[in-house]
């Protein structure tokens, strides 16, 4: 089992930025991709960004290109979310998953385990 949970989300002005960090504890060794998902009020969980086991390798959604980076430190078991130039349609709910196999990184569906989220709000 792995264990997974955030920290680092609240309420900052448009512009702003965040960084989120998503601690896993437990069966660590078994973790490939990491990601991060978000979650608006009424709104489907959305892909936001996803690194590999290594952490060489990193992907994005367009809404957020250039914008966050998604970074892991593998010896702290730590991922992270650095939100820059946040905007106020970031504001959302922000969960952190882990795969324990590499499949399509950008569905929900295919990690094994879940944070319980933490709230990020974008005031305009």
């Known amino acids: 089992q792995v264990q997974l949970v955030e920290s680092g989300g609240g309420l900052v002005q448009a512009g702003g930025s965040l960084r989120l960090s998503c601690a896993a504890s437990?069966?660590?060794?078994?973790?490939?991709?990491m990601a991060w998902f978000r979650q608006a009020p009424g709104k489907e969980r959305d892909f936001v960004a996803a690194i590999t086991r290594s952490g060489s390798s990193t992907y994005n959604a367009g809404s957020v290109k250039g914008r966050f980076t998604i970074s892991r430190d593998n010896a702290k078991n730590t991922m992270y979310l650095q939100m820059n130039s946040l905007k106020p349609e970031d504001t959302a709910v922000y969960y952190c998953?882990?795969?324990?196999?590499?499949?399509?990184?950008?569905?929900?569906?295919?990690?094994?385990?879940w944070g319980q989220g933490t709230q990020v709000t974008v005031s305009s």
């Open positions: 437990g069966r660590t060794s078994s973790i490939y991709n």
């Open positions: 998953a882990a795969d324990q196999t590499t499949r399509q990184f950008y569905v929900p569906g295919n990690y094994d385990y």
